[in-house]
């Protein structure tokens, strides 16, 4: 679990990391807005400030970093120097990631969540359909007709959520 990158290639890494309309980022949102559908970005309300919000259908999509996010694929490599540092680093923001998505689905979000790994050119398209379809699916659900006796968990015509540029 060690990489061989240069220094150079580490500090592009890591400057990347914290910075908030990341490539991958704006794929999926330059993606989500050709296809039409409209969003917030970063909602500092929600746990961990998700990347895209979807308030009408009530869902959330993280872009996830694969080092930063500690992703279980061959992109994540801990650093051979400063290595505990690293994984302790790592774990916490797993721990962190995973609790964050547990708080929203425990409230009710639908929790997406697309990897750097899976935006690669050879990817891209794929991962990018794929969001598409759950997208539908999601929405397809919130518009299915519900006994009139339940209040509705939504509100359509909420026009707060389209306010974003992509
Ligand atoms: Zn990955």
Not at 17 to 36: A, F, H, M, N, Y
Not at 107 to 112: E, I, K, Q, S
Not at 148 to 165: F, M, N, Q, R, V
Request: net charge positive; with cysteine; charged share 25%.
């Amino acid at each position: 679990m060690a990489d061989h990158m240069t220094p150079q290639q580490r500090h592009r890494c890591m400057s990347r990391i914290g910075s908030k309309d990341t490539q991958p980022e704006l794929l999926v949102r330059r993606w989500l807005w050709r296809q039409g559908f409209r969003y917030r970005l970063h909602d500092k309300r929600l746990p961990g400030t998700p990347d895209i919000v979807m308030h009408q259908f009530r869902t959330v999509i993280f872009v996830n970093g694969c080092f930063w996010h500690g992703h279980d694929c061959e992109h994540f490599r801990l650093p051979t120097t400063n290595t505990e540092f690293w994984r302790k680093k790592i774990d916490n923001n797993r721990r962190r990631d995973r609790l964050n998505r547990g708080m929203l689905k425990y409230a009710g979000w639908h929790v997406l969540t697309v990897w750097e790994c899976q935006l690669t050119k050879a990817t891209r398209q794929a991962t990018l359909q794929q969001l598409s379809a759950q997208l539908s699916t999601i929405i397809l659900d919130h518009f299915q007709p519900r006994p009139a006796t339940k209040p509705s968990p939504y509100t359509i015509g909420d026009t707060t959520s389209l306010a974003a540029e992509p």
